[in-house]
C-alpha cells in the first residue's frame, strides 16, 4: 500500500489514542453472604467472602479499572474489602476501604451502615471516609440510615489519624498498564468481617477494566461515519475518505496498527456511504 501522508500531528494522534478507551464490564461469581467474625473486633477477621470475576478478551494494556458492589452490612467500620489480580500480574492487592473510621489499630469504627450499590473509580467525587462519618453522625442521633449509593473514591485503612486517606487505582494499585498476558485471568474481590455479632450480604459485583480501542473499532471512533468529531456532517464522501487516509496514515506510523489493517479500513471506507447525499 501507498504511503499515505498524515496531516495529523502525532502529538494531535497520541492525545487521541490516550484518550479513548473501551470499557468491558465483567460480572462477579460466588456472591453472598460475608461470613461474621468468631471474635470480638476490631480486625478479628473471619473466614472471608471471595467473589471472581472471569476476566478474558482483552488486547490492551489495562487503562482505567473500577469495581462495583451491591451489598449490606449492618456496621462500615467492621468490614476490609480489597481486589486482588491474577497470578500472572503478581497476585497483588489493593484496598478499596476497611476499617473505616479507626483511629487507632484497636480503636472503634465507623458504625455507618451499607444498604446499596457502591462503585470505587478514580473518577468519583464522594469521599468514603468522610460519608461514613457523616452517616455516623446520623446513626448517633438514632437515625439508621444507611450510607448512600453513588461512586466513591478508594482509601487506606482506617480514618485520617491512622492513615485512611484517598488511594487511586492509577497510582496506587500497580494495576494500570498490565498487559493483555497479566491481566486476563481470574481476579478475586475479597470482603471479610472484622467483629462478631453482625454480618452482611454481596448481592452483586462487577469489574470494569478499560482498555485503549484499537484497529477499526478505533478509527471509526476517530472518523465517525455520521461526520467529523467536531461537528458538522461530510461535505461529500470523498471529504470522508481523505479524513480515513490521514487518521489510517497517522496510526500507521505510530504503530498503532498494521499494514494489513490500514489496508483493510481504507478499502472498507471506499466501499461506505459515509459522506454521501
Same mark, same amino acid.
Given at each position: 500500500m501507498k504511503r499515505i501522508k498524515a496531516i495529523w500531528s502525532g502529538a494531535v494522534a497520541a492525545i487521541l489514542l490516550s484518550s479513548i478507551a473501551s470499557g468491558a464490564i465483567f460480572p462477579g461469581t460466588g456472591t453472598g453472604a460475608i461470613p461474621d467474625s468468631l471474635q470480638e473486633g476490631p480486625a478479628n477477621y473471619g473466614t472471608p467472602l471471595i467473589v471472581s470475576f472471569d476476566v478474558n478478551g482483552l488486547t490492551g494494556n489495562i487503562q482505567d479499572i473500577s469495581v462495583s458492589i451491591t451489598m449490606n452490612h449492618p456496621y462500615i467500620g467492621d468490614l476490609d474489602v480489597f481486589l486482588t489480580s491474577p497470578p500472572s500480574a503478581g497476585g497483588n492487592s489493593f484496598t478499596l476501604f476497611s476499617r473505616v473510621g479507626a483511629l487507632s489499630f484497636y480503636g472503634h469504627y465507623s458504625y455507618a451502615p451499607l444498604n446499596g450499590t457502591y462503585q470505587f473509580s478514580d473518577s468519583a467525587w464522594n469521599l468514603w471516609n468522610a460519608s461514613a462519618d457523616a452517616e455516623?453522625?446520623?446513626?448517633?442521633?438514632?437515625? *439508621?440510615?444507611?450510607?448512600?449509593?453513588g461512586a466513591y473514591r478508594t482509601s487506606r485503612p482506617g480514618g485520617d489519624a491512622l492513615g485512611g486517606t484517598l488511594t487511586t487505582f492509577h497510582m496506587d494499585s500497580g494495576f494500570i498498564g498490565l498487559t493483555p498476558?497479566?491481566?486476563n485471568g481470574?481476579?478475586? *474481590?475479597?470482603?471479610r468481617d472484622g467483629a462478631t455479632a453482625d454480618s452482611g450480604f454481596v448481592t452483586a459485583a462487577a469489574l470494569t477494566i478499560a482498555v485503549p480501542v484499537?484497529?477499526?473499532a478505533l478509527v471509526e471512533q476517530l472518523v465517525p461515519c455520521p461526520g467529523p468529531r467536531s461537528g458538522g456532517h461530510w461535505k461529500n464522501h470523498g471529504q470522508y475518505v481523505s479524513a480515513i487516509g490521514n487518521v489510517v496514515g497517522e496510526l500507521l506510523s505510530e504503530g498503532a496498527i498494521t499494514e494489513q489493517e490500514a489496508e483493510d479500513i481504507v478499502e472498507a471506507a471506499v466501499k461506505s456511504d459515509c459522506g454521501k447525499k
Open positions: 455516623n453522625y446520623y446513626w448517633i442521633s438514632n437515625s *439508621l440510615i444507611p450510607l448512600s449509593s498476558s497479566q491481566a481470574t481476579w478475586t *474481590l475479597t470482603l484499537r484497529g477499526a
